[in-house]
């Protein structure tokens, strides 16, 4: 009973841990566009602690494996946005009236089929590895390997939107 509410408490740990992350990340962007770059950095520097803390939360989660079985766990989760929850988003989104939330829910359900797409080839890298350069569209998500394109193929933004991984 007791381990079960801990477990349950790791999973809200891990969740909330997330989400603080990529909002102080966001607010860090805000922070300096109106030229606090004090402000800005004491936001990064709590996201990169939420960062610590929501990877400890999901270490002990025990959902941590070889990375053959993490890319089947990859796989599998973008298969699952793609094919049970954005459907069912952008439905409810059109019916509700939100068409930006129906447009940006429709761009994402066709990223998460590229990253789909390029766990499952990542799959036989194990064998025989490639090496190979990915760019990330800042806009929508989608991943472009070796070269950035002109104009991204899911929401169209430029080239320049397109930021190198390391
Ligand atoms: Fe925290
Ligand atoms: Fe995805
Ligand atoms: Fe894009």
């Known amino acids: 009973m007791g381990a079960e509410r801990t477990l349950q408490n790791l999973h809200a740990a891990y969740a909330g841990e997330s989400k603080a992350q990529v909002r ?4 860090a962007e805000i922070a300096e566009r109106e030229g606090y770059r004090q402000i800005g950095r004491l936001f990064r520097a709590v996201a990169e602690a939420e960062n610590v803390h929501a ?3 999901l270490v002990l989660l025990g959902e941590l494996k070889s990375t053959e079985e993490n890319l089947r766990t990859a796989f599998e989760n ?6 049970q929850f954005y459907p069912r988003f952008i439905r409810e989104a059109e019916e509700d009236g939100h068409g930006e939330a129906a447009r940006k829910f429709a761009q994402a359900r066709d990223v998460e089929e590229r990253h789909s797409q390029l766990y499952r080839r990542a799959l036989s890298y194990l064998v025989n590895e490639e090496e190979v350069e990915y760019f990330v569209c800042q806009v929508c998500g989608y991943v472009a390997e070796g070269d950035p394109p002109e104009h991204c193929p899911i929401c169209g933004a430029l080239k320049k939107h397109f930021q190198k991984v390391s």
């Open 78 to 83: 973008e298969i699952l946005a793609k094919n």
């Open 24 to 27: 102080n990340r966001l607010f």
């Open 55 to 57: 990877r400890n939360a």
